[in-house]
Protein backbone atom coordinates (compact mmCIF):
# COMPACT_ATOMS: atom_id res chain seq x y z
CA UNK A 1 0.00 0.00 0.00
CA UNK A 2 1.50 3.33 -1.01
CA UNK A 3 1.06 6.27 1.21
CA UNK A 4 1.98 10.25 0.63
CA UNK A 5 1.12 13.02 3.05
CA UNK A 6 2.36 16.07 2.62
CA UNK A 7 3.24 18.53 5.47
CA UNK A 8 4.80 21.98 5.40
CA UNK A 9 1.55 23.96 4.22
CA UNK A 10 0.71 27.36 5.92
CA UNK A 11 -0.11 30.77 5.87
CA UNK A 12 2.46 33.38 4.44
CA UNK A 13 2.88 36.85 3.43
CA UNK A 14 3.76 37.76 -0.76
CA UNK A 15 6.98 37.53 -0.98
CA UNK A 16 7.64 35.09 1.91
CA UNK A 17 8.79 30.98 1.34
CA UNK A 18 7.26 28.11 2.37
CA UNK A 19 9.18 24.50 2.10
CA UNK A 20 6.70 21.50 1.30
CA UNK A 21 7.39 17.81 2.38
CA UNK A 22 5.88 14.61 1.07
CA UNK A 23 7.29 11.43 3.09
CA UNK A 24 6.26 8.16 0.37
CA UNK A 25 5.81 4.96 2.17
CA UNK A 26 4.92 1.91 0.43
CA UNK A 27 6.58 2.72 -3.00
CA UNK A 28 8.41 -0.47 -3.73
CA UNK A 29 8.85 0.26 -7.98
CA UNK A 30 12.03 0.71 -9.08
CA UNK A 31 11.60 4.01 -11.12
CA UNK A 32 8.83 7.09 -10.35
CA UNK A 33 7.92 10.20 -11.53
CA UNK A 34 7.15 12.59 -8.18
CA UNK A 35 5.17 15.66 -8.50
CA UNK A 36 3.57 18.53 -6.71
CA UNK A 37 0.28 20.09 -8.11
CA UNK A 38 -2.00 22.11 -6.85
CA UNK A 39 -5.63 23.18 -7.03
CA UNK A 40 -8.17 25.66 -6.31
CA UNK A 41 -11.99 25.99 -6.02
CA UNK A 42 -13.39 26.03 -8.82
CA UNK A 43 -10.57 25.44 -10.77
CA UNK A 44 -8.67 22.85 -12.81
CA UNK A 45 -5.75 20.84 -10.97
CA UNK A 46 -2.27 22.89 -12.28
CA UNK A 47 1.09 21.04 -12.19
CA UNK A 48 3.44 23.27 -10.24
CA UNK A 49 6.97 20.63 -10.61
CA UNK A 50 7.98 17.04 -10.97
CA UNK A 51 11.08 14.58 -10.83
CA UNK A 52 11.81 11.64 -12.38
CA UNK A 53 14.16 8.92 -10.52
CA UNK A 54 17.60 10.45 -11.96
CA UNK A 55 16.63 13.36 -10.58
CA UNK A 56 15.74 15.69 -13.45
CA UNK A 57 13.13 18.39 -12.85
CA UNK A 58 10.38 19.89 -14.73
CA UNK A 59 8.65 23.32 -14.01
CA UNK A 60 5.74 24.79 -14.67
CA UNK A 61 6.18 28.13 -16.70
CA UNK A 62 4.25 30.11 -13.58
CA UNK A 63 6.97 29.11 -10.73
CA UNK A 64 9.93 28.00 -12.76
CA UNK A 65 12.47 30.62 -11.05
CA UNK A 66 10.95 30.43 -7.27
CA UNK A 67 9.98 26.80 -6.66
CA UNK A 68 12.34 24.09 -6.11
CA UNK A 69 11.63 20.48 -6.31
CA UNK A 70 14.13 17.72 -4.91
CA UNK A 71 13.93 14.32 -3.55
CA UNK A 72 15.89 12.43 -0.82
CA UNK A 73 15.79 8.91 -2.11
CA UNK A 74 17.38 8.00 1.77
CA UNK A 75 14.34 9.32 3.38
CA UNK A 76 11.86 8.41 0.48
CA UNK A 77 10.68 12.20 0.63
CA UNK A 78 9.57 14.84 -1.92
CA UNK A 79 10.01 18.68 -0.77
CA UNK A 80 8.80 21.82 -2.84
CA UNK A 81 10.79 24.71 -1.52
CA UNK A 82 8.91 27.90 -2.58
CA UNK A 83 10.46 31.11 -2.41
CA UNK A 84 8.87 34.71 -3.67
CA UNK A 85 5.38 33.65 -3.01
CA UNK A 86 2.42 35.39 -4.75
CA UNK A 87 -1.25 35.41 -3.83
CA UNK A 88 -1.96 33.58 -6.80
CA UNK A 89 -0.02 30.43 -5.47
CA UNK A 90 -2.63 30.30 -2.98
CA UNK A 91 -4.10 26.94 -3.41
CA UNK A 92 -4.22 23.02 -2.27
CA UNK A 93 -0.92 21.44 -2.71
CA UNK A 94 -0.82 17.94 -3.47
CA UNK A 95 2.10 15.75 -3.91
CA UNK A 96 1.95 12.33 -6.46
CA UNK A 97 4.09 9.14 -7.39
CA UNK A 98 3.79 7.16 -10.17
CA UNK A 99 5.83 4.12 -11.56
CA UNK A 100 6.22 5.84 -14.86
CA UNK A 101 9.55 7.96 -14.85
CA UNK A 102 8.77 9.63 -18.08
CA UNK A 103 5.17 11.21 -17.21
CA UNK A 104 6.23 14.14 -15.02
CA UNK A 105 3.89 17.15 -15.80
CA UNK A 106 2.33 15.50 -18.74
CA UNK A 107 -0.99 14.49 -19.28
CA UNK A 108 -0.76 11.02 -17.57
CA UNK A 109 -2.96 10.92 -14.49
CA UNK A 110 -0.49 9.79 -11.31
CA UNK A 111 -1.46 6.56 -9.59
CA UNK A 112 -1.03 7.78 -6.01
CA UNK A 113 -2.14 10.81 -4.20
CA UNK A 114 -1.91 12.55 -1.08
CA UNK A 115 -3.81 14.22 1.03
CA UNK A 116 -3.30 18.09 0.34
CA UNK A 117 -1.75 20.63 1.99
CA UNK A 118 -2.92 24.55 2.22
CA UNK A 119 -1.05 27.04 1.31
CA UNK A 120 -2.38 30.90 1.31
CA UNK A 121 -0.16 33.36 0.52
CA UNK A 122 -1.39 37.10 1.31
CA UNK A 123 -0.87 40.12 0.21
Known amino acids: QVQLVESGGGSVQAGGSLRLSCAVFGYTYSTHSMGWFRQTPGKEREGVAA???????SYAASVKGRFTISQDNAKNTLYLQMNSLKPEDTAMYYC?????????????????WGQGTQVTVSS
Open 96 to 112: AADPRWYILLGRDEYKY
Open 51 to 57: IDSSGGP
